[in-house]
């Protein structure tokens, strides 16, 4: 799939308005040359339509600002079969270290499938077919020489409900460094735990009864636990699978926080339905549709000025 850039400020003509009706005709002017060439003559709204047009003919991903920093995850041409059709097609996405992703989309797009490529998640699941080159760091994470449990620990993922094992709090959490044969000493492991739930934003809740289920959390602490566990093994980077959409309004700001603190330390990808929480939680969006990924770039740009006519429909509730 190729992909278009638009690369810097000075080529984004009256980028940034806040009412995003606005920015279509704000996105008309900053049509590659050749398309502006083409329809040189043309109004504001044609001159939109030819580039959304020539563009869906391409295939092409729209890159309207380019991550800056480290990139800690890059996909190229990943496609995704289950039983030989295909989900997800030639996805070219670059993920920067240390910055909340979006992944948003209509229903049925592929996020999910995208999701868990990036920890061979798709692995598990029978049919399920994958091609194209994700690099973590560089190193293919579908090499030969990689070993998926290992790179799971590398790269958590929290899903969309809380699934907490029927253990104790501390348990939960301790789980991971033991398989992993991370920690060995009690007194070592009693400090991962606490650390994991203190910078998961429990500890203050849970402290004082470790030892109980965590089957009797609430579903926002639930999620803060299962967000913990994953943390306790050292990840690098951390998935989620509409981390918020089982909790209420109260739980899911809290999670927001959180997410927001975690990526001081992390790689953060969350896949979200929830335009206001894609806006509030993340720097870089990235939005798909049928299989595709049409646009990417920083999240202000994207719903402040998209480029393409899918992805302002979608951010303005038109479809999805
Ligand atoms: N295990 C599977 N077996 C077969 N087809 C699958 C499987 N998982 C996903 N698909 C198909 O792949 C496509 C993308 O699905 P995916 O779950 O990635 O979408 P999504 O964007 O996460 O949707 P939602 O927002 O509803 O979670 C869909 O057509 C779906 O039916
Ligand atoms: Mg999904």
Known sequence: MKTRIFRSAEDQTGAGTADPTHAVRMGGQVLPAAVSEASETAGDADRIEAAAESSRQADQTVVATPPTGPIKIAARDVSVFYEGKQALFEVSLDIPDKTVTALIGPSGCGKSTFLRTMNRMNDTISGAKVTGRIAMDGEDINDRSIDPV???????????????????????????????????????????????????GLWDEVADRLQSSAMGLSGGQQQRLVIARAIAVNPEVILMDEPCSALDPIATARIEELIDELRERFCIVIVTHSMAQAARV??????FHMGRLVETGDTEDIFQNPRERRTLDYITGRFG
């Open 282 to 287: 993340s720097q870089r969006t990235a939005f």
């Open 150 to 200: 290992l790179l799971r620990a590398r790269v958590g993922m929290v899903f969309q409900r809380p699934n907490p094992f029927p253990k104790s709090i501390y348990e939960n959490v301790a789980y991971g460094p033991k398989i992993h044969g991370l920690v060995s000493a009690k007194s070592e492991m009693d400090g991962v735990v606490e650390s994991a739930l203190k910078r998961a």
